[in-house]
């Protein structure tokens, strides 16, 4: 079975431009999640979904992020307009949730962005 | 403010030693699960527990979920270098639908 997929893989984008990342959840499953990653703050959750429906976006760091889920199968996280200081590595995941004994998520590979 | 911490934050030992990674929190998890996570990769699932007190043992690696579901032990026996990587606890909100939270993460290094 394919994993998360998510595109793009590497990103270097110059300060003030739109950047979109997008994600491919494990088929079946029904929550995704939307992870940002760096050395000075670790592992943050920017938003996550349940059903489609956004239920959590108090990681969202400001108005300049943005994130979708138009159906099961796809989602992306806009920036506009990007800032240095976003540079990261973005991970998408995505789980089914089965009780507090069968809840696994699953990660993409991430997406590597850099704002110059 | 994290929800969950991590100590330590890094660890290099050599190879053969034993290590003990810790995961605390003063929030009560309906679970809590151990990830590890390698260069250019995403974290990948070791093990979940769920019960308080619960030991769950994956070869050399053994996990504890505190009594009060609050913390977490990880520990390695005779560490190798393919040990090596990022490891995370995550703790898991039922209550709330299905939100993990991450821990701060411990980076170890194992030197052959």
């Known amino acids: 079975d394919a994993g998360v997929i998510q595109s793009p893989r590497h990103e270097v984008t110059e300060m003030g431009q739109e950047v979109t990342l997008r994600c491919k959840p494990i088929s079946g499953h029904n929550s995704l999640f939307w992870y940002r990653q760096t050395m000075m703050r670790g592992l943050e959750l920017l938003i996550y979904?349940?059903?489609?429906?956004?239920?959590?976006d108090s990681g969202m760091p400001e108005d300049r992020f943005s994130a979708k889920m138009p159906n099961a199968s796809f989602s992306t996280l806009k920036i506009q307009p990007s800032e240095p200081r976003d540079s990261a590595v973005y991970f998408c995941a995505s789980s089914l949730s089965q009780g507090p004994s069968g809840n696994t998520i699953y990660f993409g590979e991430g997406s590597w962005l850099t704002v110059v | 403010t994290q929800l969950l911490e991590q100590s330590p934050q890094f660890l290099s030992i050599q190879e053969g030693e034993n290590l003990t990674v810790y995961c605390n929190s003063s929030s009560v998890f309906s679970s809590l699960q151990w990830y590890r996570q390698e260069p250019g990769e995403g974290p990948v699932l070791l093990v979940t527990v769920v019960t308080g007190g619960e030991v769950k043992k994956l070869k050399r690696l053994t996990f504890q979920f505190g009594d009060a579901r609050k913390d977490s032990s990880l520990h390695i026996t005779a560490a190798q270098p393919g040990d090596t990587g990022l490891y995370l606890c995550?703790?898991?909100?039922?209550?709330?639908?299905?939100?993990?939270?991450f821990g701060t993460g411990t980076s170890l290094t194992v030197i052959p």
């Open positions: 995550a703790g898991i909100f039922l209550n709330t639908g299905n939100q993990f939270y």
């Open positions: 979904f349940n059903n489609n429906v956004p239920i959590d």
